[in-house]
């Protein structure tokens, strides 16, 4: 059969996503193995991805002015599909990027690098629980504003480690890693996102900001993970997301 029959791998790990996604809420996921069965399959699809799959490959260096770099956004997004459960794009990171430590409030999502390797730190936000120090009571240095004493959390560091397109595909969940910074590592990098159900403030997802604080020093009674704090800020002035066209099969859904 001509390579052209065929159909693309990333149309099948959208028809995949959203098998997997539809009808999933956070009391569907845990030990529900319908749900895990699924899961399972894509990121098995999501495993054999390459960069040369959404023609896509790492930039060529390019010689531009300092004023030239500061107009040129550090991250940029390729939007391949979305509908109301999961979204799915390119994100392309400049050499030396970050995306600041943000949230994915209720959602499910999986991370696949294409090329380069990127730095990934996750985190779970922890409840408040009994004896535990809260954010009024405990110190910090600096000393926060009297405003912000409201925007403090409670998290633990669940996971950090580097990822390249030889690795597995970065994993969260609602309750499990939800919280996480990406940074270029060693060059530019680009990565498959997949989010379900996609961001939507109108429906309390939307995208928040953190700053880690202090480490607490202690293990989290959650997992033995390192217990921190963390600030709630705005979107950072340094880190802006641009867009690019996608240039890889059309995919539907």
């Not at 669940?158 to 060693?186: M, V």
């Not at 979107?235 to 690019?244: A, K, L, R, S, Y």
């Amino acid at each position: 059969m001509p390579r052209n029959n065929k159909t693309p791998l990333i149309q099948k790990i959208a028809s995949q996503a959203c098998v997997t996604f539809t009808n999933c809420s956070t009391s569907a996921i845990g030990d529900n193995k319908t749900f895990l069965d699924r899961q399972a399959e894509l990121v098995t699809l999501l495993s054999d991805i390459r960069a040369a799959d959404l023609r896509i490959a790492p930039p060529k260096k390019v010689s531009i002015s300092s004023s030239q770099s500061a107009a040129v956004p550090p991250v940029t997004y390729m939007h391949i599909c979305e509908t109301d459960v999961f979204s799915m794009g390119v994100f392309l990171l400049k050499s030396g990027a970050s995306i600041p430590l943000h949230d994915h409030p209720g959602m499910n999502g999986m991370l696949k690098v294409l090329y380069g390797k990127v730095n990934i730190r996750c985190y779970d936000k922890l409840d408040k629980s009994d004896g535990a120090e809260s954010e009024t009571e405990r110190q910090f240095d600096p000393p926060l504003l009297p405003f912000q004493g409201g925007d403090v959390r409670r998290a633990a560091l669940r996971s950090s480690g580097q990822f390249s397109y030889q690795s597995g595909p970065c994993i969260l969940t609602p309750l499990k890693d939800n919280l996480h910074e990406i940074d270029a590592a060693d060059g530019p990098a680009a990565f498959l996102d997949i989010l379900a159900p996609p961001y939507d403030p109108d429906n309390g997802r939307d995208c928040h900001y953190y700053k880690v604080l202090q480490t607490a020093g202690k293990k989290s009674e959650q997992g033995g993970e390192d217990e921190t704090w963390l600030l709630e800020i705005p979107q950072p002035e340094d880190f802006w997301c641009g867009g690019e066209p996608y240039p890889g099969p059309e995919v539907s859904v």
